[in-house]
């Protein structure tokens, strides 16, 4: 039956998310400015929330009195911005996730314990990963792999151990060139890793790449991971992402709503849009979106927890959240702040920074351009005609 | 525990809809655009659905029988076909529902009867007034006390099917709040004026009604010594719209998607062109996050939990994208958009004009 309502164990969870997120709230501007240049100088789980039960774990336990857990999840990400990371669990870890679903015992035996990023993105390759020039070359005499290339916008790589990096192998008989996987290193010799990148928002997600030149990993290093089975984890983090941003499109207006309420303005939904003045229908205009959006994040989590993660069978739906959650939260922070004024844009009040920070959500895991081919394509019956 | 499972029931009654609504209403639909007039055989067949007789043939303790949610579906389906007769359909039922909801068991027992026969009978809420600026918030109608009644004043705009209601429920300024007046077409100082024609849902004959010092009875007044739920009213036909420009929004672009498949441009499919084929893209994705947005309402509606924010959104939401969407769609189209030959230049004229109307639907 179609039913909205959260169930307890849901609303604790949303409840135990956003406290974490207030307490987290005044060490937000610090870390903004500070994180790029020390980078994760919060590890290990901090002091303020030591005592306290975190939400993941609260997610875990109590994930049988919910709607599903990816559902649960997608709630507790959506609660409010979540400017500082107090915990960290290593959960980041995407690459670690690929070896424990598509390696060998032997492999998990020998990457298990470390932690592993995922690197995908080129310099000049972005969203066409056919671009790409990272490659390895077999090496019969050794049974080794030969690496160059270069990587970037790698997630926590400079805290990781390596990253499961997307390549190029060599071409087939018939020309073709296959995508392979490739478990790198940071000790191997030829891996040089870069700077953090200084960054418009965001500051607290540490962001680096590498270099690979002549790199040798042995051949166990190559995971049987192929670039579609790479591409279905997206079906799960495309909706959080959306989600995430949604989180700091949540924060923004909530400020927003306080700080004009404080000048007289409370907004009053009963009413029709004659009525209504332009700051009030403004900010009631972007609750929709914000509202249609969270919608569509709650319809593909509903999919995949019916059909399992692994599904394709939610793929569209994933990226119309995507693509609409990306193309709110522009609209909300932009709008709001416009509403604001001056004091808006202050560095006194994290506004500003909410709007640099959830700008990425419409670039990252896919960028909405790239959800509206993955959308249209289904829609019109098309593959490559459309690119 | 968030759910979008659509119980069996459900899934008939959408098919049974979509498949009416393919074969039935969109043939005609031109046909009655170009008549300003629902003939009384598309009104027959409309009725021979049995949406309003269900709702109003539910007894109290049957709240299952009235589900908004499944009526949000059915507009969706009608407005995919004809958002005019969806329109029809969500008028009377907006009437329909708030005696069913609200009125007291006297009033349900007397009016409700009327609607649960074999023919179409119609009857609207007569919310909007004629003057620009109109809010729901405000009435310029007044119900003033007289004896042991009432005596209602004021004059109704836009009233869909006007010259085939029974009744009206008459939204006036009573005593300091808004109120609600049961009051029968044939009542003295009632009067229907013929209609002016509008920009679209033009067979709907949408007219004023003036109400010249109509003497209505307190046993008429909605919910009769408690008063009535007027914003309750006002946050179903908010569903009630939106639901129908979600089914609008997809005719749109269920209509483009084959057109521009077919028809070469400078060589490729127009469907081919980035820039059809995102806006394609953004429908799909506002269709759908309109009626998610619209299931939740509706579903607010439904368990009665205060429904007028996510009811407010879900309107403002589709109004807003569904005059987006018949406005991409008619310009795929190109000059084939914006003459008769298609649809497109009659749903973009239903779009606008749906989108800016209140209470003229519920769910």
Partial sequence: ?387 | MISFELSEERQIVRSTIAEFGRSVLRPQARRLDTDSRIDDGVLTQLWSTGVIQAQAGAADDEVGARSPVTNAIVLEELGAADATVAVAMASTMGFVQAIADQGSAEQRSKLLAGFTGDRFQGAAVAMMEPRFGFDVSEFATVAAKAGDGYVVRGVKAMTPLASRCSHFLVIAQSDGAADAFIVSRDAAGVTVAEPKGALGLRALEMAEVTFDNVAVPSAMRLGEGNGADIQRIIDSARVGIAAILTGLSRGVMEYVIPYTKERVVHGVPLAQKQIIAFNIADMHIDVEAMRWLNWRAAWELEVRQPATKTAQLAYTYASQQAMRIADDGLQAFGGHGFVKAHPLELWYRNARTLSVLEGVAGV
């Fill in chain 1, 1 to 387: 039956m179609v039913d909205f309502s959260l169930t307890e164990a849901e609303q604790h969870l949303k409840a135990v998310a956003h406290r974490e997120n207030e307490i987290g709230r005044k060490y937000a501007r610090e870390y903004d400015r500070n994180s790029e240049n020390e980078p994760s100088y919060i590890r290990g789980i901090h002091p303020d929330v030591a005592a306290l039960e975190s939400p993941h774990a609260a997610l875990r336990r109590g994930q049988n009195q919910t709607s599903g857990l990816v559902i649960a999840e997608a709630l507790m990400d959506m609660v409010s911005a979540r400017d500082v990371n107090l915990r960290d669990t290593g959960e980041d870890a995407f690459g670690s996730w690929m070896l424990k679903d598509y390696g060998t015992e032997e492999q998990k035996a020998r990457y298990g314990h470390l932690k592993l990023a995922i690197a995908i993105t080129e310099p000049s390759a972005g969203s066409d990963p056919a671009n790409m020039r990272t490659n390895a070359r077999y090496d019969p005499a050794t049974d080794e792999y030969v690496l160059n290339g270069e990587k970037v916008f790698i997630s926590f790589f400079n805290k990781f151990d390596g990253a499961v990096t997307l390549m190029k192998g060599e071409p087939d008989a018939k020309g073709k060139t296959p995508f392979v996987t490739v478990v790198v290193t940071k000790e191997l010799p030829g891996v040089a890793e870069i700077p953090q990148f200084q960054k418009l928002g965001l500051r607290g997600h540490e962001l680096s790449g590498f270099h690979l030149q002549d790199v040798r990993v042995p051949a166990i290093a190559r995971l049987d991971a192929d670039f579609g089975k790479t591409m279905s984890k997206f079906n799960h983090n495309r909706p959080l992402v959306a989600a995430h941003a949604l989180a700091g499109a949540r924060s923004m207006l909530d400020f927003t709503h306080a700080k004009l309420a404080e000048g007289g303005l409370k907004v009053d939904y009963a009413k029709g849009r004659s009525a209504r003045g332009a700051n009030e229908d403004k900010l009631i205009r972007m609750e929709a979106l914000w509202e249609a959006a969270w919608g569509t994040v709650m319809r593909a989590k509903w999919l995949e927890h019916q059909m399992g993660s692994e599904s394709h069978g939610y793929r569209v739906e994933a990226s119309v959240a995507k693509a609409l959650g990306g193309k709110v939260v522009r609209q909300i922070t932009q709008g709001c702040l416009e509403i604001l004024g001056p004091q808006g844009v202050s560095e006194e009040y994290l506004a500003e920074k909410w709007f640099r920070d959830v700008r990425i959500a419409d670039i990252y895991e896919g960028a909405g351009e790239i959800q509206r081919i993955l959308i249209a394509r289904a829609l019109l019956g098309y593959k490559n005609e459309l690119n």
